[in-house]
């Protein structure tokens, strides 16, 4: 049974800093492209950044400068460190994992993230 399995999402101040993690289990991890995408109310879910299995990055331009993503294949993790995060960040954060051209495609449930002063 594939779970990922997101964790450290919060409410932050503008400006501040949060980082995302992802664990995942049942798959194999280093075959996959991990991702994190982001839905705000009202819009459609977008992607934030993706890493590969050989850790090339793609980074949305939003965030391009402010958030990194990075993985860890020994721990079956992926992080988005999250930096000067702005209140149009406010959105719940969903970890993606997919192989094999979007053959195989897993979600996971998402965590809430809520820039506010």
């Known amino acids: 049974q594939v779970q990922l399995v997101e964790s450290g999402g919060g409410l932050v101040q503008p400006g501040g800093s949060l980082r995302l993690s992802c664990a995942a289990s049942?798959?194999?991890?280093?075959?996959?492209?991990m991702g994190w995408y982001r839905q705000a109310p009202g819009k459609q879910r977008e992607l934030v950044a993706n890493?590969?299995?050989?850790?090339?990055?793609n980074v949305a331009d939003s965030v391009k400068g402010r958030f990194t993503i990075t993985r860890d294949n020994a721990k079956k993790t992926v992080y988005l460190q999250m930096n000067s995060l702005k209140p149009e960040d406010t959105a719940v954060y969903y970890c993606?994992?997919?192989?094999?051209?979007?053959?195989?495609?897993?979600w996971g449930r998402g965590t809430q993230v809520t820039v506010s002063s």
């Open positions: 993606n994992a997919q192989w094999a051209g979007g053959r195989y495609y897993y």
């Open positions: 890493i590969t299995g050989d850790e090339s990055t």
């Open positions: 049942g798959i194999i991890f280093s075959f996959y492209t």
